[in-house]
Each structure stands twice: as structure tokens, then as C-alpha cells.
């Protein structure tokens, strides 16, 4: 799902494993900013927080308006990964 000629992007909480992976690799990729890639891997996990526990109040209550909830943190993820992606191509066109 994750590389470099391929746009990230979180579906489900599935997902989230690789975004681990993808933490990782931005670290070895990125030496420099390993403190801004801290950064948004706390964003990131508190969203990812924030999904599961709407998802246990949707199993235990089987109510639809949860579900939305958690694909607004799931959309809201996939916003900070897109400026990331932004981010990522502008330190690769400065580069050379």
C-alpha cells in the first residue's frame, strides 16, 4: 500500500500496522527529521487511539453514528499523510 510511486493512504484500521512500517522507513529515510517524523507519528497515534475507542463504543452500542466517527479520524489521518506526502516529494526536489 505505502512505497514511493504510490499514494498513502489509510482504508481501515488494517492499515495501521503499515503506517508503523512507514514511520520506520521515513526515520532511516529522513535522518534530519527524525524529531518532525516523532511529531506526526504522535498525531497519527492519537487518532488511531481515537478510532479505537469509537469502534468499542460501536460494538457495544451497534450504533451507526459511531461508524461515521470513525471514518472521520480515519479521513483526518489520511489528511496528515497527504501533507506528509507533500512534505516527503519537496525534501526529495531539494535534494538535487
Same mark, same amino acid.
Given at each position: ?36 517524523? =516523532?511529531?506526526?507519528?504522535?498525531? /497519527? %497515534? ?6 479505537? @475507542?469509537?469502534?468499542? &463504543? ?12 470513525? =471514518?472521520?479520524?480515519?479521513?483526518? /489521518? %489520511? ?6 506526502? @507533500?512534505?516527503?516529494? &519537496? ?6
Amino acid at each position: 500500500m505505502f512505497g514511493l510511486n504510490i499514494r498513502m493512504k489509510v482504508e481501515s484500521d488494517q492499515d495501521f500496522k503499515q503506517l508503523c512500517e512507514q514511520f520506520t522507513a521515513w526515520r532511516h529515510r529522513f535522518p534530519m527529521f527524525t524529531h518532525d517524523v =516523532q511529531r506526526i507519528e504522535k498525531i /497519527i %497515534n492519537q487518532h488511531i487511539t481515537a478510532h479505537s @475507542k469509537i469502534m468499542v &463504543m460501536y460494538r457495544q452500542t451497534k450504533n451507526r453514528g459511531y461508524l461515521e466517527k470513525a =471514518q472521520q479520524e480515519i479521513n483526518t /489521518i %489520511n489528511t496528515v499523510l497527504a501533507t506528509v506526502e @507533500k512534505m516527503e516529494l &519537496m525534501a526529495m526536489l531539494s535534494r538535487g
